[in-house]
């Protein structure tokens, strides 16, 4: 395989990493109320467990839920209802309040990608679209988890880096509400679009 080869999923990586989400917006959140260094382990979690959830559905996983697609259902609802718990945390938590609680860790944003949509929909995208030619499904499998978590690295990091970015004009009260019932509203909107 040659760079060439593996453009057009880098750019599928590159747009459903960048581009506004669950973990996106939870990463700014961390961002602005815990800073780059204890984020980076939430960065982590997110960028290792969407490489194994793109693996997975790769070698079969997807398989399962196209036979019993009341699994895939029950996990965007699950998925759903953790982003409206999200987005209820956050519009009552004030900037201090958050910074008070538990710094964000490796497993929660590992964990987080079995109920997000949007990981679960990327996946089925590249093992449906990119998997390599030519290879067997393990190789295959490797190479877009690989390209995933390469693409995604910088990506998730940028959005922590806004969070941070817009830390000092959150410093008085009325501007943390206004970015926490933000962020919070944008939460309840994925919510609602996961479930139609």
């Not at 499904?137 to 941070?164: C, D, K, M, N, Q």
């Not at 000092?168 to 479930?195: D, E, G, K, T």
Request: with cysteine.
């Amino acid at each position: 395989m040659t760079a060439l080869d593996l453009m057009p999923v880098s750019t599928y990586c590159l747009l459903m990493s960048g581009t506004p989400g669950p973990n996106n917006l939870m990463l700014t959140s961390s961002g602005v109320h815990f800073g780059l260094r204890r984020t980076l382990p939430q960065i982590l979690g997110i960028v290792v467990g969407v490489a194994v959830q793109t693996a997975l559905v790769c070698l079969g996983l997807g398989a399962v839920f196209t036979a019993y697609p009341v699994v895939q259902q029950a996990l965007r609802v699950a998925g759903a209802l953790y982003l409206v718990f999200l987005a209820v945390k956050l519009s009552r938590a004030a900037l201090g309040e958050a910074r008070a609680a538990p710094t964000p860790s490796f497993a929660q944003g590992a964990l987080f990608q079995v109920v997000n949509p949007k990981s679960w929909v990327k996946a089925f995208t590249m093992a449906s679209l990119f998997m390599p030619p030519g290879l067997s499904p393990w190789a295959g499998a490797l190479v877009l988890a690989l390209v995933g978590a390469v693409i995604a690295l910088p990506s998730l990091s940028v959005w922590t880096l806004f969070g941070v970015a817009i830390r000092r004009w959150l410093s008085h009260p009325p501007a943390q509400r206004v970015f926490n019932l933000s962020m919070a509203a944008s939460l309840l909107a994925l919510a609602v679009s996961f479930l139609r």
